[in-house]
C-alpha cells in the first residue's frame, strides 16, 4: 500500500480524533505519542509503502504502542 506523507497525516488526524472521541485519555496520549514517532520517522515526501514500514514498526514497538499500531493499520487498511 502506497501512501504520500500527506494521506498519512490525514489518516493520523482522523485516527487521533476517532480514539478522542471514542476512546480513553490514555490511550489518546499513547496513540499521539506513538503516532507522531511514525510520522518523525517518515521524513520522505515521496510515495512510500505504508505498510511495510508500519509492520516493521510493530515489530520493533513496545506492547502499548504494538496495540496502538496494529489497529492504526487496520483502521487505514478499512478507509
Sequence with gaps: MKISKEQLNEYVKLYLNDVEDYGEDDELIIAETTLSKLQNNL????????????????????????????????YVENI
Design 43 to 74: 521524513i520522505t515526501e515521496s510515495e512510500f509503502d505504508f505498510q511495510q514500514v508500519l509492520i516493521e514498526a510493530i515489530n520493533k514497538s513496545q506492547t502499548k504502542s504494538k496495540i496502538i499500531l496494529n489497529d492504526f493499520l487496520l
